[in-house]
T-cell receptor, first 109, second 116 residues
Framework: KNEVEQSPQNLTAQEGEFITINCSYS?????LHWLQQHPGGGIVSLFMLSSGKKKHGRLIATINIQEKHSSLHITASHPRDSAVYICAVRNFGNEKLTFGTGTRLTIIP | DAGVTQSPTHLIKTRGQQVTLRCSPI?????VSWYQQVLGQGPQFIFQ???????GRGNFPDRFSARQFPNYSSELNVNALLLGDSALYLCASSLKILTVSYNEQFFGPGTRLTVL
């Protein structure tokens, strides 16, 4: 079993829909990252969380430390949101990131 | 201020050759981490360097090595290349390493290595 599991692996939605991507992890962590990767490879950090909830524009990220679960939400989705969204956790005591395999999101106009 | 930069952007090598990838962190960042991302998978941790010392190593063979220079830039070297080394190699920098707290990592655009 991978330390970091994401669901779904692929998600296709219509423009405007509310999107939820889930991440579960099995180890103790000091922080959880949500990252966005576009075709070509560049990775952009969206959020870094250790508790609670963060919001940036149409993006919302939540984390439940007790349940070892995090969600990334996108409101009013747009085709430019199409990308791979990756959850990564930071182990205690170092900066090693362990990544999920990503969720490929496609928003159809 | 420039973000994390990596060079080259693309590279084609043949099996058995050696390759050196370069990374320049964001100005002021002292920690550099390297990741390998094989097509269709999430990135895998290779190395972390802080203040020119190796602070973490992932499950990669000794063919992989790295170093960090006094200006905090870093090189990743891979010897005796195999077909399976074809991947996107990502570099990430962060401000500093803390044992209790955490620092956001900023990623470079990556170097896409193809081994033929």
């Amino acid at each position: 079993k991978n330390e970091v599991e994401q669901s779904p692996q692929n998600l296709t939605a219509q423009e405007g829909e509310f999107i939820t991507i889930n991440c579960s992890y099995s180890v103790g962590i000091s922080a959880l990252h949500w990252l966005q990767q576009h075709p070509g490879g560049g990775i952009v950090s969206l959020f870094m969380l250790s508790s609670g909830k963060k919001k940036h524009g149409r993006l919302i990220a939540t984390i439940n430390i007790q349940e070892k679960h995090s969600s990334l939400h996108i409101t009013a989705s747009h085709p430019r949101d199409s990308a791979v969204y990756i959850c990564a956790v930071r182990n205690f005591g170092n900066e090693k990131l362990t990544f999920g395999t990503g969720t490929r999101l496609t928003i159809i106009p | 201020d420039a973000g994390v930069t990596q060079s080259p952007t693309h590279l084609i090598k043949t099996r058995g050759q050696q390759v050196t990838l370069r990374c320049s962190p964001i100005s002021g960042h002292k920690s550099v981490s390297w990741y390998q991302q094989v097509l269709g998978q999430g990135p895998q941790f290779i190395f972390q360097y802080y203040e020119k010392e190796e602070r973490g190593r992932g499950n990669f063979p000794d063919r992989f090595s790295a170093r960090q220079f006094p200006n905090y830039s870093s090189e990743l070297n891979v010897n005796a290349l195999l077909l399976g080394d074809s991947a996107l190699y990502l570099c990430a920098s962060s401000l500093k390493i803390l044992t209790v707290s955490y620092n956001e990592q900023f990623f470079g655009p990556g170097t896409r290595l193809t081994v033929l």
